[in-house]
């Protein structure tokens, strides 16, 4: 996976990056040299108080008295100092591979390309932010933009000025400063900031003219990145279930070890589960490993084989779900170095087993390790970095010929593992703040294109909480408020922002008891308001991602059972979309707004909806389009080639949209559902055409099936 990706759609809020300042024997680049640098790390959005650097750094030449006055050094300072080519190395082992941030950085860096020069070395500026742009994009009436300026407007003490460590670590801080500034601009990621900055030309012509480095990545540069190493794509096309054992081997706890002995000779097995029951649940149980046997063996000898397998078992077992993509289980197994992993069901029953045996010709890369930090996560910044890493992971897919509607699977798992983290993340700060624990069993949702796993990089917030009956207790009540709260605010900090209609659990109508939520589903229902349509739209994309998978297939299944008998319901859902006409002018032009076609309002809504009114009449209980149009057409009810030309088409567009994503996501702008058609190719635009021009007939397709059979 491409590094410089993962880096473009980092939150500023949750960045890695050096911050860096160098003093000079003058300002003109054609004679200047450095005499001294002074870096400080920014980590996951703090200024670290123990990694820094800084050192001296003899000129060759003397310092002009002028350049002393400003930093106070003198050739006495330096006379016993290490020259450039001694100092390189040191520089380069504190900065490593990260994004740099200096104030005018431009200067150091040109600086750093003159001192490389002199020793005959050719340097790679790294790709940086400019700290003086970016408070200029983000207030640009501000009288004055140096340093001091910045630091006195956003009330940050500077000490020592004009010491290289002393400015770099004011620079660190008034760039946290700016953070919540910019965000407040909707700038949020590397590629955002660098964007903006790019549009300050006549600041940059001035920096370009005085021989500087410019700091922001040309057009050009951006779009020769976009070819990113191969991945493998096995584990991100396959799920644990797929390759698991199944069923699970158990032991009870107070059988003999000489037991896990028999079975693991007898079925040729690596691992056996410690539990009792036929439905054992992961967080009751241990397992015990050939490795557990031959430890227990070389300590105690035979005699071990007649103790309790309660002593050697491994507990709480470590589990990945049975719908994860096997990457999740290669990173598991790397970050908690175990070969052995259980897997479990929805309602978090042990199902099979995997092993590191199993997944041998899995390769595991830095893209491997993505969901499982996005696990492991516990604050908002934590899960900022590896969200970062999702349009690095998408474009490499892409780039291995995975379909993108695969890819969208992909994406949604991670943006479902998102909300779940952000929910335990919740569950931790409740308790913090003396709410105590849950007050009844309840689950997180999620809504919309997660929920059908159709979700692409433009994705923000649709979630829900559904929980058992809590009466009138305010102070559960007060307890789930609070909790869809954090968990908003957890993923809007950690890139997933806000959804504009409201559509989260922070929000009343969206959490609730299964008696509020039925009541909702009836009104809906019943009342056939057009208002409620889209709320009933997504609530049928819901999947359960944290808590209790019984009380989401309670409400599923009510909501498909009333769904599917109320025929002026079902009408209705279809009147959504009558109507509609794609984006084709009369000559088969194709109609643009600004230069881009929105292909969601364009193609794929209707596409979506006219699948879901489909799969609720016929009782399809499937999420993902593709399988609500397959799963109709199995049933043998007409139009099998509208509905196969109708997949085609979403598959397409889903294409189409997430190619156009992750090339605005490096350009810094903003992921949306508009794709710039003059950048398609003649062939692929005639495709295209035909593709819409299909959709003309979508709505009376639908009205013919869904009274049908």
């Not at 030449?61 to 080519?85: K, L, Y």
């Not at 509609?580 to 088969?588: A, I, M, V």
């Not at 230069?595 to 016929?618: M, W």
């Amino acid at each position: 996976m491409s590094a410089r990706t993962a880096l473009s759609a980092m939150p500023l809020s949750a960045i890695d990056a050096v911050v860096l300042d160098s003093e000079t024997t003058g300002l003109d680049l054609k004679i200047a040299r450095m005499i001294q640098v002074g870096a400080v790390l920014i980590e996951r959005g703090n200024v670290s108080e123990d990694r820094r650097f800084e050192a001296l750094v003899h000129p060759g030449i003397p310092i002009p008295p002028a350049s002393t006055e400003v930093h106070g050094i003198a050739d006495d300072h330096v006379a016993d100092a290490p020259n450039f080519d001694e100092t390189r190395g040191h520089i380069r082992q504190f900065t490593g591979d990260r994004l740099w941030i200096g104030h005018s950085i431009g200067f150091d860096l040109a600086i750093m390309a003159s001192e490389h020069e002199k020793i005959g070395e050719v340097w790679e500026p790294p790709r940086s932010l400019d700290t003086r742009l970016l408070a200029e994009v983000a207030e640009p009436r501000l009288p004055s933009f140096e340093l001091d300026a910045l630091a006195n407007w956003l009330g940050i003490e500077i000490v020592d000025r004009h010491t290289a460590l002393a400015d770099a670590v004011a620079t660190a801080q008034v760039f946290l400063g700016l953070v919540p500034k910019l965000r407040a601009k909707n700038i949020r990621t590397v590629a955002e900031a660098e964007a903006a900055c790019r549009k300050l030309s006549e600041v940059l012509d001035g920096q370009y003219k005085a021989g500087w480095v410019l700091p922001v990545r040309s057009e050009a540069s951006i779009l020769s990145e976009r070819a990113l190493a191969r991945l493998d794509a096995y584990p991100y096309r396959h799920r644990s279930s797929d390759v698991m054992s199944s069923p699970p081997k158990f032991v009870a706890p107070d059988a003999p070890l000489q037991q896990v002995l028999d079975m693991v000779i007898e079925l040729r097995i690596s691992s056996v589960f410690v539990g009792t029951g036929e439905r054992v649940v992961a967080r009751d149980c241990g397992i015990v490993t050939e490795r557990d046997l031959l430890r227990a063996m070389a300590s105690d000898g035979m005699a071990a084989l007649q103790r309790p397998v309660s002593q050697f078992a491994s507990k709480p077992l470590q589990t990945v779900r049975a719908d994860a993509f096997l990457y999740r289980a290669l990173g598991r197994m790397t970050r908690l170095k175990i070969r052995h992993l259980g897997v479990e069901d929805e309602d978090g029953l042990v199902v099979g087993a995997i092993s590191a045996r199993d997944l041998l010709k899995l390769r595991t890369t830095e893209a491997i390790s993505l969901g499982d930090e996005i696990d492991s996560a516990r604050t908002a910044d934590d899960l900022g970095a590896p969200f970062a890493k999702l349009p690095g992971v998408a474009n490499s897919l892409l780039g291995e010929d995975v379909p993108a509607r695969e890819v969208a699977a992909v994406i949604s798992r991670e943006l479902a593992a998102m909300t779940r983290a952000s929910a335990m993340i919740a569950e931790r700060q409740l308790l913090d703040e003396g709410f105590g624990g849950p007050p009844a069993d309840y689950a997180v949702l999620i809504l919309g294109s997660g929920g059908r796993g159709e979700s692409l990089l433009a994705a923000d917030q649709d979630n829900a909480i559904i929980h058992d009956d809590i009466g009138d207790d305010e102070r559960a009540s007060a307890w789930f408020a609070r909790l869809g709260e954090i968990i908003a605010d957890t993923l809007d900090a950690s890139g997933v922002p806000y959804c504009k209609g409201g559509i989260m659990a922070k929000n009343a109508e969206w959490r609730g008891s299964v008696h509020d939520w039925k009541q909702r589903i009836d009104h809906w229902i019943v009342q056939s308001r057009p208002q409620d349509l889209l709320n009933v739209d997504i609530f049928y994309d819901l999947r359960a991602v944290y808590g209790s998978g019984r009380l989401a297939r309670e409400i599923y299944s009510y909501a498909y059972e009333r769904g599917s008998a109320a025929k002026d319901f079902l009408k209705l859902m279809a009147d959504s979309t009558a109507g509609f006409q794609p984006p084709l002018g009369l000559f088969g032009g194709l109609k643009t707004e600004g230069g881009r076609l929105d292909l969601k309002k364009g193609g794929l809504f209707p596409i979506v909806a006219n699948a879901r009114v489909l799969a609720i009449r016929h009782n399809v209980m499937h999420r993902a389009t593709p399988d609500r149009l397959d799963g109709v057409k199995a049933l043998g009810i007409g139009a099998d080639h509208d509905l196969a030309r109708t997949n085609e088409t979403h598959a397409m567009l889903i294409e189409l949209m997430l190619n156009q994503q992750l090339e605005d996501i490096e350009r810094g702008i903003a992921p949306s559902n508009g794709i710039e058609a003059n950048r398609i190719s003649p062939m692929r635009l005639d495709a295209l055409k035909a593709a819409l021009s299909s959709l003309k007939t979508l709505d009376s397709t639908t009205r013919d099936l869904l009274f049908a059979g």
